[in-house]
């Protein structure tokens, strides 16, 4: 980045993805780089209640913001995880969590361990050896030192208000130099040799240029859709659902360290707890159920009293055919949609912001080789969460309901279909192409969602068979003992949010 020629950054759009890439810009360019963002009051965004995973820390770390002032500012709450209700049958229900599970003895993976402990039938449930699932289900939460020990720290993540956390990230991006311009764009200009964009044009009238840009106009896609015409690629054939109808309610009793996911007859709902309310949404598919229908329903599963009305979202799952094409780069939105199952929106714009910061070209002559691996990476990373969420829908036993009996009948991508069946043979699982979601991850939600593999590896064999349920029987309650020395959540939040 040393050699980094001078760049006029216009980011399109404010909004979550428009806020971060103007802060990851003004705190990693420095004076590398002037940053122009441009955006309109009169257009609103889809932000609503956000719940993240564990590589949000390093966004917060690397922008330098201190972990309380982000609480407060976004009333914020912690999140150890996902809990999935009804997904696999109704009345079934199982903890996606962060962190690992179990522990390994030696080159032994823990998950082969328990499949032969589950066989000789000394095992408990999978997911007695989560701490993260342990203080979930006990209501808790804690902060560890970093420090390695028997029994490992909580992974977490947060939920929070996404309009909160956009205006934080703008009042730390105009304190760096970000200059915002209030307004509408009328017209993207484009140089007639290159095709390059050349300037904004706002309002008709005023004209912001740049060598530059990044398309943060959300599912518009203004820049890289409209202007530059990047087609579109369309995963309703293996995601089909399409709308979603989000509602803030009163928050409840109930103010637990986890997201919750509850399967409803044609898609899902989530609960997400902030400090100050819950935010809720029902995410469906319209083939399947009316939207009247699904708010009503929505509106029926709420654990407190709405403070406002449900507000529809339509989309289509899937991503522009380029997230960069000649000098633009769209985050968020305008590069595309992946429902919100398991929290990856953001991610995918922090992911983005780091992969293009690395590929940046110094002498802005190799900018066709960046484009290229930019692509290339992001394609591999936007494909495996695809897969990681049609598994939770394709591995399901509730026959005889129209949405999830096309849902569980629909063809696998290859890539899908392979990691199932490494997994239904020994519960082995190849991490690849340094996809987002690891081995514990992938463990969780196959078993979870019903997926048994019929063995183990021969590793397992090597520990003593007398040993194997002493073993897992001091991780089970060393872990249910550590959890229940935490805080509740509750206090928790009020201990740092005061600090």
Known sequence: MTNLAPLDIVIAGGGTAGWMAAATFARFLGNRASITLVESDEIG???????????????????GIDQAEFLRATNGSFKLGIEFVD??????RYIHSFGSVGRGVGLIPFRQLW????????????????????????????????????????????????????????GYSEERGVKRIEGKIGEVERDGESGDIVALTLNGERRIKGSLFIDCTGFRSLLLGDALGVPFVDWSQWLPCDRALAVPCESSDAFRPYTQSMARPAGWQWRIPLQHRTGNGHVFCSSFMEADAASDLLLANLDGKPS?????????TGHRAQYWSHNCVALGLAAGFMEPLEST???????????????????????????????????????????FLQLHYAANDRVGEPFWDHVRNTPLPDTLAQKIDLFRDAGLFIREED????????????????????????LADNVPGEDVGPFLGSIANGYRAKAATFATHRDFVATMVAA
């Open 308 to 316: 406002a009305d449900p507000r529809l979202i339509r989309f289509t």
């Open 45 to 63: 965004t889809v932000g609503v209640g956000e719940a993240t995973i564990p590589q949000i820390h390093n966004l917060l770390v690397g922008l």
């Open 115 to 170: 499949l032969r402990g589950r066989a000789m039938g000394v095992a408990g449930d999978y997911d007695d050896y989560s701490i993260n699932i342990a203080a979930a289900r006990a209501g808790r939460m804690a902060k560890g030192d970093g420090a390695a020990k028997a029994i490992p720290d909580l992974s977490y993540a947060y939920h929070f208000d996404a309009t909160a956390f956009a205006a934080m990230l703008r």
């Open 345 to 387: 929106s953001i991610h995918l714009v922090q992911s983005a912001l780091g992969r293009l910061l690395n590929l940046l070209p110094g002498d802005g002559q190799r900018l066709a080789t960046a484009r290229d691996t930019f692509n290339r990476l992001s394609d591999i990373e936007w494909v495996r969460i695809r897969d």
């Open 435 to 458: 996809e987002l979601f690891l081995d514990d991850s992938w463990g969780q939600v196959m078993l979870g969602q019903g997926i048994t593999p019929q063995g183990w590896s021969p």
């Open 87 to 92: 997904w696999l049958r109704v009345g079934h």
